[in-house]
């Protein structure tokens, strides 16, 4: 069972559908006990970093998250879900991250449009099994404002997108992963992703 954290952050109705598409079974929770029981967690998001911080903050479920992922319980955070992650993000203001993963979240550059929004390709950076079946320059969709920065630790990059420089499409570090498209939008590839995931952590 995944259990995938419910903090009013947006995308949890398409990654439901996506996840019983692939006949997983997963619960949307705040409570711990579920999250403690779980297989994985999946931290979505869309929206602000500031309110997502502060809603798991303020609902004790960041502490919880960095607890099983201490643990070595996988932990897969989409789009926003994948910024909180990072120690550090500079979206209106300066706000602490849950600290998994080292890196801060910058915005993207003014010389392209903002946001990131629409399909982009993906470049394989290592062989990940979380790339298993999935055509190089594979397209994905994506819809963001920020972006993890050019502080994080490269060796954790599987994949990355340009899009005025390099953006970080998929990252992972032992059992930690960070998506920043939106695999449950993103056709077959996506589901051939998650499917990768959901192998990886049985």
Request: glycine share 10%; with cysteine; aromatic share 8%.
């Amino acid at each position: 069972m995944i259990a995938i954290i419910d903090y009013d952050a947006g995308n949890i109705k398409s990654l439901q559908f996506a996840l019983d598409k692939l006949g997983v079974e997963s619960v949307l929770t705040k409570d711990p006990k579920q999250i403690q029981v779980a297989n994985s967690i999946i931290v979505p998001g869309v929206g602000a970093f500031r309110d997502a911080i502060a809603s798991l903050n303020n609902l004790g479920m960041a502490e919880v998250i960095k607890q099983e992922a201490a643990k070595g319980k996988p932990v897969l955070g989409i789009c926003l879900g994948m910024q909180l992650f990072y120690e550090t993000s500079f979206e209106d203001g300066e706000w602490e991250g849950l600290g998994l993963l080292k890196g801060t979240v910058n915005r993207i550059t003014d010389a392209v449009k903002v946001p990131h929004m629409g399909w982009n390709t993906l470049t394989k950076h290592i062989d990940n099994n979380l790339f298993k079946d999935i055509p190089e320059d594979s397209f994905v969709y994506f819809v963001h404002s920020y972006a993890v920065g050019g502080n994080y630790e490269k060796e954790t990059l599987v994949a990355s997108s340009q899009y005025g420089g390099i953006i970080p499409a998929i990252v992972q570090k032992d059992n930690v992963v960070g998506i920043q498209f939106h695999p449950e939008k993103s056709g077959a590839v996506g589901l051939q992703l998650l499917t990768n995931y959901l192998e990886m952590i049985s």
